[in-house]
Every structure is written in structure tokens, then in C-alpha cells.
T-cell receptor, first 112, second 110 residues
Framework: DADVTQTPRNRITKTGKRIMLECSQT?????MYWYRQDPGLGLRLIYY???????NKGEISDGYSVSRQAQAKFSLSLESAIPNQTALYFC???????????FGNGTRLTVT | GQNIDQPTEMTATEGAIVQINCTYQ??????LFWYQQHAGEAPTFLSY????GLEEKGRFSSFLSRSKGYSYLLLKELQMKDSASYLC???????????FGTGTQLKVEL
């Protein structure tokens, strides 16, 4: 779904490095989310934002931070990457209550 | 908190019908979603149930029983392209946060 764009698509980084994953959307949705997906663990919520001034921790926020620069942009940062942050990361948007999530194509991150 | 359980893997034959079950425990239930995810791709929305009963959408149907904490996704006239992971996700705990199950990997064989 090109309406939710994640960059980069793939990233390899070393332990201790700071990296940023970016997400932008043209859907006009207020709500944005960051999930990570690991084999056997499913999708887990890292952070979510209901509007530009609203940021909330998800179930696994330790080691991550986010910034909602505008309605259309929501970035995820790893301040000091560690190998167990190797995963597939998805950004998603939604209109609101009871509406489905619209996912970006994902960023595959490898921390060595 | 929320707990979601679905089978890890299922195999079915092309042209057949398959039912993927999902059981959940949650506080403040506000809907259940099913998503399809092909390997290496993003999940895509299939269906949403908030009231008890069956929702039908083409070859796909989804059922919900809130009192039993139970849902299923029914896929009819299976095609090879239906081979994918099917994710059950429950809304609850405020806002539009979803908790996902670990997914059911469906393999469709000839």
C-alpha cells in the first residue's frame, strides 16, 4: 500500500549505533503506530500516536523512542541498537475506533 | 491484559473449505479483526466483527461469539494464493490499539 511509506526497506547496522526508521502517509489518518514482528511472536506494539501532540508507549517500548513530526510523519528511533532488536518493523495508520490498520511495507532491520 | 490463541499451522486442499479458529481473553473488548499476511509482505485487512454473528465477504467469512471469547475465519473455494499467515487481532484496553495473535500459517495444496 503506497499510501503508507516506510524508509528504508532494509537496514543493517552495528550494535550501539543510533538509527531512525521513517514512516509517512498520504491517507490523512490521525492515528499512527509502530509494530515489530518476530517469528513465533506475532506483531507487537512499540508506540502509537493519536495526533501530533499525543504519544503513547505500547507493550515493548524499552530501547525505542518516537517522534510525530506532523500528521503525516511518525519516525521510530533506536538510540543504541542491540542484536535482539533485529526484526521486521511495520508502521500503520488508522482513522480511529473500530477501523482497520493500514500497514506500510515494512523495514527489515538487522543489528549485528 | 489480552491473550489470543490460534493454531500455528494448518494445511488444506485447493477448492476445499478451511476454518481458522481464534480464542481470546481481554478486558474492554471493542472488536476483532482478521488480517492476511503473505511472507515478507505487510498484513492486509480481511474482516471486522464487533457484534456476535457471521460477517460474509465473498469467499471469506468471519464469526464472533463475545460470550465465548471465540472467533473463526472461514475460507471457501480455497486457491493456491490463499497460502499465507492469518492474523487474529483483538481491540481493547482503550483507543484503537490492537493485540495480535501469533498467526496461523495456512498452506494450500493441490
Amino acid at each position: 500500500d503506497a499510501d503508507v511509506t516506510q524508509t528504508p526497506r532494509n537496514r543493517i547496522t552495528k550494535t550501539g549505533k543510533r538509527i531512525m526508521l521513517e514512516c509517512s502517509q498520504t491517507k490523512g489518518h490521525d492515528r499512527m503506530y509502530w509494530y515489530r514482528q518476530d517469528p513465533g511472536l506475532g506483531l507487537r506494539l512499540i508506540y502509537y500516536s493519536f495526533d501530533v501532540k499525543d504519544i503513547n508507549k505500547g507493550e515493548i517500548s524499552d530501547g525505542y523512542s518516537v517522534s510525530r513530526q506532523a500528521q503525516a510523519k511518525f519516525s521510530l528511533s533506536l538510540e543504541s541498537a542491540i542484536p535482539n532488536q533485529t526484526a521486521l518493523y511495520f508502521c500503520a495508520t488508522s482513522v480511529g475506533f473500530g477501523s482497520p490498520l493500514h500497514f506500510g511495507n515494512g523495514t527489515r532491520l538487522t543489528v549485528t | 491484559g489480552q491473550n489470543i490463541d490460534q493454531p500455528t499451522e494448518m494445511t488444506a486442499t485447493e477448492g476445499a473449505i478451511v476454518q481458522i479458529n481464534c480464542t481470546y481473553q481481554t478486558s474492554g473488548f471493542n472488536g476483532l479483526f482478521w488480517y492476511q499476511q503473505h511472507a515478507g509482505e505487510a498484513p492486509t485487512f480481511l474482516s471486522y466483527n464487533v457484534l456476535d454473528g457471521l460477517e460474509e465477504k465473498g469467499r471469506f467469512s468471519s464469526f464472533l461469539s463475545r460470550s465465548k471469547g471465540y472467533s473463526y475465519l472461514l475460507l471457501k473455494e480455497l486457491q493456491m494464493k490463499d497460502s499465507a499467515s492469518y492474523l487474529c487481532a483483538v481491540g481493547g484496553g482503550g483507543g484503537n490499539k490492537l493485540t495480535f495473535g501469533t498467526g496461523t500459517q495456512l498452506k494450500v495444496e493441490l
